[in-house]
């Protein structure tokens, strides 16, 4: 069993970044995936960015690409998104997402669908205006 506490939302202006958080339990950093998933209102949680553990391979939706990096560490075992250059179509509610099975091998799931995984926290908000 994983549990996934998210942190770090807020509301920042449009240009300005913020960093979250995802604190886990449960050995999925040496074995499984795990990926960070966004929720607009009206929309479907789709994956935003993702990581396969221990191997640190990383998929990125289209939309995010070059502004938003996912990393991981396990030594903290804590899971993090740096969202740099926000833009106001980024405001959303965020997930961090675990699954000790990987759809695919070498990012974990398919940025920019909608897999379910598994394990889900509870969301943070971010708000960009």
């Known amino acids: 069993h994983v549990q996934l506490v998210e942190s770090g939302g807020g509301s920042v202006q449009a240009g300005g970044s913020l960093r979250l958080s995802c604190a886990a339990s449960?050995?999925?950093?040496?074995?499984?995936?795990m990926g960070w998933f966004c929720q607009a209102p009206g929309k479907e949680r789709e994956a935003v960015a993702t990581?396969?553990?221990?191997?640190?391979?990383?998929g990125y939706a289209d939309s995010v690409k070059d502004r938003f990096t996912i990393s991981q560490d396990s030594a903290k075992s804590t899971m993090y998104l740096q969202m740099n250059s926000l833009k106001l179509e980024d405001t959303a509610t965020y997930y961090c997402?675990?699954?000790?099975?990987?759809?695919?091998?070498?990012?974990?799931?398919?940025?920019?669908?909608?897999?379910?995984?598994?394990?889900w926290g509870q969301g943070t908000q971010v708000t960009v205006s």
């Open positions: 997402a675990a699954d000790f099975f990987c759809p695919l091998p070498t990012r974990g799931w398919e940025p920019g669908a909608t897999p379910d995984p598994a394990y």
């Open positions: 990581i396969v553990s221990g191997a640190g391979l990383t």
């Open positions: 449960g050995d999925i950093f040496t074995n499984g995936c």
